[in-house]
Structures are given as C-alpha cells and as structure tokens.
C-alpha cells in the first residue's frame, strides 16, 4: 500500500449541509498531489452526515457522547500518516491549498516542534460581522494558537503533547496550543494556507451565542482565566456590574447614575480594544469592532456567570440536589 502523507481528521455532528462540500474541497486540494485518507469522527448524527461522508471516501468512526477533544483524539490514533490536518466539518480547504501545503509539509518534516494552519477566512457571501471581526484575524502571522478547525501538525509532536485534553468543552485548541508551548512548540500562522468557515455568525444573537460557548473554556481552571486578558477584562466586567447592581439596591434613587457606570466602563473598555485591534485607523469599523467588543465583553461574562453556576451546583451534595 501507498504511505499516506497527510490525514485529515474531522469530528462531526449532523453536519449533512456542508460535509460533502468539505470532503470535496479536499479531493479537489490533494488528489493527484498526495496520497491521503479522511477520517470521519462522528459524534452521534442524526442526519445523513455519515451517509454523505463514506460515500465521499471517507472512513467513519462512531464515538456518540464524546467532547470535542476526544474525538479529535479517536482521529488522530487512527491516522497513517505523519501529518496530521484537523478540520471542522465546516471549514472549506481554498481552491490553491493543495499547492500552498506542500512546503508546510516539508517544514513540518525538518521542525516538528511547529504547529501551524490558519484562522479561518470568511465566505463570499459575509456581512459586516465577518468582515470586521473575523476577516482582520486570517493575515496574523504572529498568535497565540490555532483554532482545532483548521490546525496542522507533525503527528509526532502530537503525540509528545498529549493530544487534546478531553475535559475541554470548549477552547480546547487554545488550552493544547499553550501547553504545547510550554514544551518548547512555536505556533506559526499560515495565511497562505486559505480556509473559508460556513459556520460564522451571521447575526448579533449568533454572535452572543459562540461567545458565550466559546469564553466557557477560558474558565476552566484559575490558570486559563490568570493567562487570558479577556477573561480577566470580562471579570472586571462581572465586578463593576455587581458594584453597580448593589449601588442600585441600597440607593435605588441613583439608579441612573450606576446604570452609567457600567455603561461607561463597558463602552470605554470596548473602545480601548477596538483602537488595539486597529491601530491607526480611525473610521467607521472601529466603532463597529466597539460595538461588537460590548458583545463579546458581555457574552464572555455571562459564560464566566455559567460556569461559577455550573460549578456550584455540581458541589452540592446529591441530597440537596434531590430535595431541590
């Protein structure tokens, strides 16, 4: 049998809509150019997601009621190859990413301590969302992981990592790429290397949802909260709006004046972020990229106001648990 180059790993869960496409994208990028398998981790479709993937080619496990990370896992000790390319069952390879991959393979062949890949590119079809908050992330060269949806990687490196910690519901991809780091990895963005994700947020309610999912990671431990800035911004947040909650409770006839408080201090913080994320402009997608960071500060605080509840409720005794 032919050695398999690359493997492409993709946990899935009913994802009928945009599996074919993907499987596609990969045929199209690398047959002709390299040998290669598609595994299929499916998490429990009810849909025709299995059905369309094995008549693609792909090879399919089963694995129901797992989290994200054992999935990808499952994947990867199935995988022949030495490269391994995670993909979400909703992120399209660009039409030039066969040709663009072939480097990174042979980089990633002479420095296994890299992790590489990109952040996802947006869809023809975007709308203002994507294209102030997601598009300006794709050409970073410098960053602290890469997203588990479109990330590259000697299996060897993988293996000495430990694989995704299957505790993660959420921000998994982050927790493995700085873990990694601590054990002398570099993460290295590949622009060139084009994705599209279909899975982008098209309205403000979406928005607020991902975040919300996605910031539940970031509290997982008092370590991840310490190491990231927008948690710690988003804990400041929770801070002034309680402040303000109990200023409003023992003086109700300032309501007004805590409620601008906390408008103040949210919008002067989102601002602040919006200028760092785009130095030297001054236009209209700063205030924009403003008004999504008041989004985004505020999602990420309710998840933080999630997981203490969670947390909470999980350390009551089961017999409390039962009398309530």
């Not at 994802?15 to 290669?36: K, M, T, W």
């Not at 994947?75 to 069952?89: E, H, P, Q, R, T």
């Not at 300006?136 to 949806?149: A, F, H, S, V």
């Not at 694989?163 to 790429?177: L, Q």
């Amino acid at each position: 049998m032919i050695k398999k180059e690359l493997s492409f790993i993709i946990p899935a869960l009913n994802e009928e809509a945009h599996i074919g496409g993907v499987l596609d994208s990969i045929r199209e990028n690398i047959d002709n150019r390299f040998p290669y398998e598609v595994i299929v981790v499916d998490n429990g479709s009810s849909d025709r997601t299995v059905e369309i993937a094995r008549e693609k080619g792909a090879c399919c496990f089963d694995a129901p009621g797992l989290s994200i990370s054992s999935l990808r896992n499952l994947g990867a000790s199935k995988a022949a190859a030495d490269i391994l390319v995670f993909l979400d069952a909703d992120v399209y390879l660009g039409k030039d990413w066969g040709e663009r991959v072939k480097p990174v393979m042979e980089m990633l062949r002479s420095r296994p301590d890299v992790i590489t890949g990109s952040l996802y590119g947006i869809s023809g079809e975007n709308n203002w969302i994507e294209r102030i908050w997601f598009a300006p992330r794709t050409t970073r060269k410098e960053t602290n992981y890469i997203n588990g949806g479109h990330l590259v990687i000697h299996g060897s490196l993988f293996a000495r990592v430990g694989g995704f910690d299957p505790a993660f519901e959420t921000g998994e991809d982050y927790e493995f790429c700085i873990r990694a780091k601590k054990m002398g990895a570099r993460i290295e963005n590949e622009p060139d290397l084009k994705t599209v994700h279909a899975g982008y947020p098209k309205r403000i309610k979406g928005f607020f949802a991902r975040e919300r999912w996605h910031g539940r990671g970031d509290y997982s431990s008092f370590g991840n909260l310490a190491s990231s800035k927008p948690a710690l911004i988003c804990l400041a947040n929770l801070c002034v709006a309680v402040a303000c909650a109990t200023g409003t409770v023992v003086q109700p006839r300032l309501w007004y004046a805590f409620a601008f408080a906390y408008v103040l201090f949210l919008t002067a913080v989102s601002l602040a972020a919006s200028i760092h994320k785009n130095p030297g402009k001054i236009d209209s997608s700063v205030f924009g990229s403003q008004f999504l960071y008041m989004v985004y500060f505020t999602a990420r605080t309710v998840s933080l106001i999630d997981v203490v509840v969670q947390s909470a409720f999980k350390r009551r005794p089961a017999t409390a648990r039962r009398k309530a």
